[in-house]
């Protein structure tokens, strides 16, 4: 009997778990950050911080990066970061899926918003220390990623090679 509890309480819990970001990323979607806000509060009380509220913090981080709220994005975004670094004090990165997501839209928000203000150079250094910490886990090649894109915001295009083509010829694109 204590052994079916215990199951139907950890599904329970995972249950709660996916429930909020998918609660969150559908307010989110409909714009209604009031909303997300509330759901957000209202689990953090129940629940604590756990990896699933950061990963729906995380997606609160991406949507106010998207409608160029760009202060709220980079509070929602080192909030989560900073949840996610109390968190792996305890476990590692990719004990769960959860943390990894959160963590990872962390830094490319924080990427984006240093971007977005023309500091380039600042986001470079955030990406590579990100990198340095952790570039053994699942989350090096989104970081890597990146940091390559920063790296080609601004340049031109490359040109393209064209050995076979149907009708007329290609437009170059520079």
Do not use: C
């Not at 307010?27 to 806000?37: E, W």
């Not at 995380?58 to 409608?67: F, H, I």
């Not at 839209?105 to 500091?119: K, M, N, S, Y």
């Amino acid at each position: 009997m204590a052994l079916r509890l215990a199951a139907i309480l950890t599904l329970l819990a995972a249950l709660a778990q996916g429930e909020i970001i998918e609660d969150v990323r559908t307010s989110l979607a409909q714009g209604d950050f009031s909303a997300a806000r509330s759901q957000l509060e209202a689990y953090r009380a129940q629940h604590g911080i756990d990896p699933a509220y950061l990963e729906a913090l995380s997606w609160s981080a991406r949507a106010s990066l998207s409608t160029k709220q760009l202060d709220q994005a980079e509070t929602y975004a080192r909030q989560t970061e900073s949840g996610s670094r109390q968190m792996l004090q305890h476990r590692t990165l990719d004990a769960e899926p959860h943390l990894p997501i959160a963590l990872g839209a962390a830094f490319e928000v924080e990427a984006e918003v240093l971007e977005a203000r023309g500091q380039n150079a600042q986001a470079a250094v955030l990406l590579r220390r990100a990198l340095a910490t952790y570039g053994s886990t699942s989350i090096r090649a989104r970081l890597q990623k990146n940091l390559n894109l920063l790296g080609l915001t601004g340049q031109p295009a490359p040109p393209l090679s064209i050995a076979e083509y149907l009708g007329t010829w290609p437009t170059s694109l520079t």
